[in-house]
């Protein structure tokens, strides 16, 4: 099974064109986008690729959080795909082949970052939990994060 899921997550990764592919698990849930992941060489800081969460002050930031938690210590891996300015690692998170940072999204915990990412995948779900009303799309007024930021 094990060889099975390692050859899946290789080909993906072969396909996609991304730089890095790190194996392990999440060991530290920092907030809703920003993770530490250890790998059997060691710990990096992950900042989730394409997705923008609540920062810690802001409305639904522990939801987004706790959305993360569920993935503590579950066997992962992580397409990397450079690092941000402040030297944590970017990447897609994936566990059992699904898209986590697309399942953020689209379960209202964050917004696509579409600064930064132009996935369509990343901009229907966030359409999708948006007419919806799932997540932090249920608050009254959604600040994103980036106008957040600015307005401090």
């Known amino acids: ?22 194996t392990g698990s999440i ?8 993770f530490a992941f250890q790998t059997a060489e060691g710990s990096l800081v992950i900042r989730m690729y394409g997705i923008d969460a609540p920062e810690r002050d802001q409305p639904y930031s522990k939801e987004s959080a706790d959305f993360m938690k569920q993935y503590l210590n579950k066997e992962a891996f992580i397409k990397a795909s450079g690092v941000d300015r ?6 897609v998170l994936y566990i059992n082949n ?12 964050s917004w696509h970052y579409k600064r930064y990412s132009s996935d369509q995948q990343y901009a229907s779900s966030e359409e999708f939990a948006k007419k919806n009303k799932i997540g932090l799309w249920a608050l009254q007024n959604p600040i994103p994060p980036w106008n957040w930021r600015q307005n401090k």
């Open 1 to 22: 099974m094990k060889k099975y899921y390692l050859i899946n997550c290789l080909l993906i990764i072969y396909a996609s064109g991304y730089s890095q592919v790190y």
């Open 27 to 34: 060991i530290r849930v920092i907030d809703g986008d920003t």
């Open 86 to 91: 402040y030297g944590r690692t970017l990447g």
């Open 98 to 109: 699904q898209d986590i940072n697309l399942l953020s999204i689209r379960n209202g915990c």
